[in-house]
């Protein structure tokens, strides 16, 4: 199985779909994330198989500009919570909240100034968006154009199931020509979490 531990988060980042990919990286950049990005992130990894204890290890690390008191007092409890250890109704304990799908994501709380959640898709600009696509590795002049194009007619779905078929092009041809995967299994994508999944399966 996969290793999904504190220590391989940048490694698998690579499989993430935009809105997580910006998290991680305004994180790294910035050594801090504002409540909600904590938040989305949190569940995100939670739902990708995180345990606790190393997502605590995670933000600890990715914290690193200060003390353990100051993250102990202001960010340990705030994980917990999400995993459902602390805090909330008692039918969330011992089991937190669900990572949130795209609609939430798309449709609740957009994010302001200096907040990295929300989906880039809908929550960027158009130039802003080209910039993050290219430093993540998309650089298809026709794959950007469609992205363009799906974002102005606001199909923000499209466009990350155009990027996530972009970024697997020869994976998906793979299981295609070999019939490993049904249409199910290639359908559209409405769940972040969904999005990491059908990646690392393709590639590993
Ligand atoms: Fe994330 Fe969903 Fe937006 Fe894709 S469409 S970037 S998975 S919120």
């Given at each position: 199985g996969a290793d999904i531990s504190a220590r391989t988060i940048d490694t698998l980042s690579s499989s993430f779909p935009l809105c997580m990919q910006n998290l991680h990286r305004s994180l790294r950049r910035d050594a801090h994330l504002k409540h909600y990005g904590r938040l989305q992130y949190t569940l995100f990894l939670k739902g990708i198989g995180l345990n606790l204890e190393e997502c605590l290890i995670f933000w600890r690390g990715g914290f690193n500009k200060?003390?353990?008191?100051?993250?102990?007092?202001?960010?340990?409890?705030?994980?917990?919570?999400?995993?459902?250890?602390?805090?909330?109704?008692?039918?969330?304990?011992?089991?937190?909240?669900?990572?949130?799908?795209?609609?939430?994501?798309?449709t609740e709380h957009p994010p302001g100034p200096g907040e990295a959640h929300g989906c880039p898709y809908r929550h960027f600009s158009t130039e802003n968006l080209m910039g993050l696509l290219q430093t993540v590795g998309v650089r298809d002049q026709e794959a950007l154009r469609g992205v363009r194009e799906d974002k102005e007619k606001t199909k923000f779905h499209l466009a990350c199931n155009r990027v996530f078929e972009y970024a697997h092009k020869q994976e998906i041809q793979k299981v295609r020509e070999e019939g490993t995967w049904g249409a199910a299994q290639l359908e559209t994508l409405i769940h972040p979490n969904e999005y990491f999944k059908r990646s690392y399966l393709l590639r590993n």
């Open positions: 200060i003390t353990d008191d100051a993250f102990n007092k202001d960010y340990r409890y705030n994980v917990r919570h999400a995993y459902g250890e602390v805090g909330g109704d008692s039918n969330r304990r011992g089991k937190g909240y669900s990572p949130f799908s795209c609609h939430k994501i798309l």
